[in-house]
């Protein structure tokens, strides 16, 4: 959440592009007002070259400290890379710094909302995936409901952690299709698997440990 932003601006605080002179500013929000915290000169028209002005960059990456947010005017080429490696976001608009202090804020309070609520999705959906418990140390994994969706959720998130641990008899597996990279990890592990057909699009894949004979 952005509550320190900083801008390229003019003496009219007008922003400017990453190649003009001009000054980055750097505004701190408390008690719900902008308040300019600290400013510093930059003339990059002095800039010759591809190196001098990565250097230059990185003096006013060093200006920001902990700001991880920045307005310009046009950020492309060197300085939008050196932004994004150094994990500042930038933005780009036309007019006064002040203007766009609150939307700013607004849109990076909201991504990190957003964030927040997609990460215990994720976590509930895992939850809800997790084996079932059949009895006799028989336990089900509904594969096939990760499988080919856009969760987020892989089958080695829902798989590796049960495989290792081993607390099963048998595990069955509803799939769509075998994860090509589940039978190194049944080798690994010393355990036996048998495929079947449960219909046009499912398979059920039981995964048990050998039994010494």
Not at 9 to 30: A, Q, T
Not at 85 to 110: H, N, P, R, T
Request: proline share 3%; aromatic share 8%.
């Amino acid at each position: 959440m952005a509550k320190i932003i900083a801008s390229f601006v003019n003496e009219s605080r007008e922003i400017l592009p990453l190649n003009e002179n001009g000054e980055v500013v750097v505004f701190k929000k408390e008690m719900g007002h902008w308040s300019l915290i600290r400013s510093k000169r930059f003339d990059m028209r002095e800039v010759k070259n591809i190196r001098e002005l990565r250097s230059e960059m990185g003096n006013i990456i060093s200006f920001l400290d902990d700001c991880k947010t920045f307005i310009g005017n046009s950020i492309t080429g060197v300085p939008f890379f050196e932004l994004e490696k150094a994990e500042i976001d930038s933005w780009e608009f036309e007019g006064k710094a002040e203007e766009f202090l609150d939307y700013v804020y607004q849109k990076d309070l909201l991504e990190v909302e957003e964030a927040l609520l997609q990460s215990k999705e994720k976590e509930d959906e895992l939850a809800s995936l997790q084996p079932i418990d059949l009895g006799n140390g028989i336990f089900e994994v509904v594969l096939s409901k990760v499988q080919g969706t856009n969760l987020g959720i892989t089958s080695k998130q829902l798989l590796i952690p049960v495989l290792s641990k081993g607390a099963f008899y048998q595990l069955n597996v509803i799939c769509n299709h075998v994860p090509p990279w589940l039978e190194a990890e049944l080798i690994k592990h010393n355990f036996t698997s048998n495929i079947e057909k449960i219909n046009d699009k499912e398979l059920k894949l039981t995964i048990a440990k050998k039994v010494c004979t």
